[in-house]
């Protein structure tokens, strides 16, 4: 049978999406280290946003291949743009997500950069609450809850003035023959 973790989720404070941080994730695992097994606490500190081959619940793996649909989708077109191969930058999942699909050709179709990103971390949110729905004590919640702590995170850390300087390195690096 699965532990539940009733303290902890109960003692948590809410989560908005791209609102200011109520704790860190550091700050959360630290929360969590007290209750739950070695095994949970590993687990928990293993899920993270980009998709990994390490998914030892369902609710991780589902996560994942979302995550890996939306990704793969992405490279496809944006391959396609460029006119490159895209079989060599996509990974290996499943490729049923219609929704995710769908959503990504949405993405792709948005003109600024920023705009996208908000709105694909939006979507991830979301995609977290409707997973959660039936899990309220247990150790799915509280990897719903880290990994949207993780997309505050990086949402809060987004810097304008560093992302313009990396978007400058990464075209500098480019080959001159590759026109954006």
């Known amino acids: 049978m699965r532990r539940a973790y009733y303290y902890t989720l109960a003692s948590l404070p809410s989560l908005f999406f791209a609102s200011p941080l109520p704790l860190t994730i550091k700050d959360f695992f630290?929360?969590?280290?007290?209750?739950?097994?070695?095994?949970?606490?590993a687990i928990l500190q293993s899920a993270q946003?980009?998709?990994?081959?390490?998914?030892?619940?369902?609710?991780?793996?589902k996560w994942y291949s979302r995550?890996?649909?939306?990704?793969n989708e992405l490279v496809r077109l944006r391959a396609r743009k460029l006119g490159w191969?895209?079989?060599?930058?996509?990974?290996?999942?499943?490729?049923d997500g219609e929704r995710a699909v769908?959503?990504?050709?949405?993405?792709?179709?948005?003109?600024?950069?920023?705009?996208?990103?908000?709105?694909?971390?939006?979507?991830?949110?979301?995609y977290l609450s409707?997973?959660?729905s039936n899990h309220y004590f247990d150790l799915e919640k509280l990897i719903s809850y880290a990994l949207k702590l993780k997309i505050n995170e990086k949402i809060l850390g987004l810097d304008p003035?560093?992302?313009?300087?990396?978007?400058?390195?990464?075209?500098?690096?480019?080959?001159?023959?590759?026109?954006?």
């Open 130 to 132: 409707e997973m959660e």
């Open 30 to 41: 630290s929360q969590c280290r007290f209750e739950l097994t070695s095994k949970d606490f």
């Open 67 to 71: 995550e890996r649909q939306i990704r």
């Open 49 to 61: 946003l980009s998709p990994s081959d390490y998914a030892p619940l369902p609710f991780l793996k």
């Open 161 to 180: 003035q560093k992302g313009w300087e990396k978007q400058e390195a990464i075209l500098a690096r480019l080959p001159d023959h590759i026109n954006l």
């Open 102 to 126: 769908k959503f990504a050709r949405d993405i792709f179709s948005m003109d600024s950069p920023g705009t996208a990103e908000k709105r694909l971390d939006q979507e991830r949110w979301n």
């Open 85 to 95: 191969d895209a079989g060599r930058y996509r990974r290996k999942g499943e490729e």
